[in-house]
């Protein structure tokens, strides 16, 4: 596809549940980010991946967060045990080389009862 | 100690008025800045992208990068209603993590 591609769109979980959340970044496009927002918030940076790597996994809230990046492309956020305080939009972006523009997708709507 | 700091607003002005968006950044080796909209529901969106000292023109919008103090704005000239929105400022160095402002919200008053 064209753009940044997230699904599911929306997810609702009971608490207690896991869940998946993936992210299809534009293709060729080495670096991919997560990020959550909560409403009203601004961005909290989760964790990022250069190629299937990750320099960077300081944001994640807790061992309960974990991501993956496959083949330098998709990648998956996993929530265990999911809490009510981990309802947010959850936004991942991709970008390319060293200027690091990044282009976000639509966002994964995450809604813990 | 935040590493990119934004007043949160509301910031309000009227519309036609020039819209003066402030950024200051704690990381001297930062390469790349990025001014991001956001509307309310919606995802960020690039909307201008500076690299070097001085201006840099697109439209209605104008980049200011001052490395030497730390400090990247964006002023929104003629501003319209369609303008409302949140504004996220974003530094990072190469190949580093990208770091976002907490935003500043806009409210242009018709």
């Known amino acids: 596809g064209a753009g940044v591609s997230q699904s599911p769109s929306n997810k609702v979980t009971e608490k207690g549940k896991d869940v998946e959340l993936r992210c299809d970044p534009i293709s060729g496009h080495t670096a991919l980010y997560w990020y959550r927002q909560s409403l009203g918030q601004g961005l909290e940076f989760l964790i990022y991946?250069?190629?299937?790597?990750?320099?960077?996994k300081s944001g994640l809230p807790s061992d309960r967060f974990s991501a993956e990046r496959t083949g330098g492309s998709v990648s998956t956020l996993t929530i265990q045990r999911t809490q009510q305080e981990d309802s947010a939009v959850y936004l991942c972006?991709?970008?390319?080389?060293?200027?690091?523009?990044?282009?976000f997708g639509a966002g994964t709507r995450l809604s813990v009862l | 100690q935040k590493e990119v700091e934004q007043n949160s607003g509301p910031l309000s002005v009227p519309e036609g008025a020039i819209a003066s968006l402030n950024c200051t950044y704690s990381d001297r080796g930062s390469q790349s800045f990025f001014w991001y909209r956001q509307y309310s529901g919606k995802s960020p969106e690039l909307i201008m992208f500076i690299y070097s000292n001085g201006d840099k023109e697109d439209g209605r919008f104008t980049a200011q990068l001052n490395k030497a103090s730390q400090y990247v704005s964006l002023l929104i000239r003629d501003s319209q209603p369609s303008d409302s929105a949140t504004y996220l400022c974003a530094v990072t160095g190469g190949y580093q993590k990208v770091t976002f402002g907490i935003g500043t919200k806009l409210q242009v008053i018709p």
């Open positions: 972006a991709s970008s390319l080389g060293t200027k690091n523009i990044q282009y």
């Open positions: 991946f250069q190629g299937n790597s990750a320099p960077d």
